[in-house]
T-cell receptor, first 108, second 113 residues
């Protein structure tokens, strides 16, 4: 079992739909990061969470430390949101471990 | 943010050759990482470093060597390249205890023939 599990692995939705991507982890962490990678592109950081909730535009990220779970939500999804979304956890203040990623496709 | 740069962007080499991929960051971040990205495997950690002169193995370190004599540089060397090392390599950095934003280089696409 991977230390970081994301679900779903693939998600296709229509423009305007509310999107949720989940991340569960099995180890103690100091922080959790949500990342975005467009096809053929680089990787950019969306959020860093150590507790609670953060919002940036149409993106919302939450974390529940007790349940070892985080969610990334996209409101009013748009085709430009199509990308791979990756959850990464910082373990023991040294090691960064990634989930397998969720491939999101938003159809117009 | 252009504070973390990888070079070269593309590299083609032959089996058995030594190859070094460079990573340079300008923020004096303490943590630096090397990952490889392959279809079906996501991002896998090769090596990481918590500070200058401190490095440690990640998930897939075999066949790779790293050094970190200066905080800003974290080169990755393939001592004798193999075809299985054909991949896209990403370098990343962050400060604090992982509670700061992560920054990634643009990646190096390596082909070993």
């Amino acid at each position: 079992k991977n230390e970081v599990e994301q679900s779903p692995q693939n998600l296709t939705a229509q423009e305007g739909e509310f999107i949720t991507i989940n991340c569960s982890y099995s180890v103690g962490i100091s922080a959790l990061h949500w990342l975005q990678q467009h096809p053929g592109g680089g990787i950019v950081s969306l959020f860093m969470l150590s507790s609670g909730k953060k919002k940036h535009g149409r993106l919302i990220a939450t974390i529940n430390i007790q349940e070892k779970h985080s969610s990334l939500h996209i409101t009013a999804s748009h085709p430009r949101d199509s990308a791979v979304y990756i959850c990464a956890v910082f373990q023991g203040a040294q090691k960064l471990v990634f989930g397998q990623g969720t491939r999101l496709t938003i159809n117009p | 943010d252009a504070g973390i740069t990888q070079s070269p962007r593309y590299k083609i080499t032959e089996t058995g050759r030594q190859v070094t991929l460079m990573c340079h960051q300008t923020w004096s971040h303490s943590y630096m990482f090397w990952y490889r990205q392959d279809l079906g495997h996501g991002l896998r950690l090769i090596y990481y470093s918590a500070a200058a002169d401190i490095t440690d193995k990640g998930e897939v370190p075999d066949g790779y060597v790293v050094s970190r004599s200066k905080t800003e540089n974290f080169p990755l060397t393939l001592e004798s390249a193999t075809r299985s090392q054909t991949s896209v390599y990403f370098c990343a950095s962050t400060g604090g205890s992982g509670r700061e934003k992560l920054f990634f280089g643009s990646g190096t696409q390596l082909s070993v023939l």
